[in-house]
Nanobody
Framework: QVQLVESGGGLVQPGGSLKLSCVASGESFRNYAMGWFRQGPGQEREFVAAIGGARHGYRSYYGNSVKGRFGISRDNAKNTANLQMNSLEPEDTAVYYC???????????????????WGQGTQVTVSS
């Protein structure tokens, strides 16, 4: 069983930056693919970014709406996955969720229903 705890959300002005972190409990963190998803009011959960585990070569993936603005990284020594968000826009306002899965295949890494473990979410609000 893996528990995920997100942090770093908050209120930021358009054009600003935020860094989200997700700390995972348990062992063998390096073997887990880590994903970030978001869900705005009345919207479906949307893929934001993901980074594969050791067997995936830690390859990273991004949703089209965040490419060039967001960066995902991981620190296996700290059991942490990070999402650096730059040039934030009001459309980025959402609850951001961290997800993890050990068995996921790369072709499924952008699909929310492919992940077994989820955090509680952290609110990001972009507004002036």
């Amino acid at each position: 069983q893996v528990q995920l705890v997100e942090s770093g959300g908050g209120l930021v002005q358009p054009g600003g930056s935020l860094k989200l972190s997700c700390v995972a409990s348990g062992e063998s963190f390096r073997n887990y693919a880590m994903g970030w998803f978001r869900q705005g009011p009345g919207q479906e959960r949307e893929f934001v970014a993901a980074i594969g585990g050791a067997r995936h070569g830690y390859r990273s993936y991004y949703g089209n709406s965040v490419k060039g603005r967001f960066g995902i990284s991981r620190d296996n020594a700290k059991n942490t996955a990070n999402l650096q968000m730059n040039s934030l826009e009001p459309e980025d306002t959402a609850v951001y969720y961290c997800a993890a899965d050990r068995q996921i295949i790369l072709s499924d890494i952008t699909r929310a229903n492919a992940y077994d473990y989820w955090g509680q979410g952290t609110q990001v609000t972009v507004s002036s």
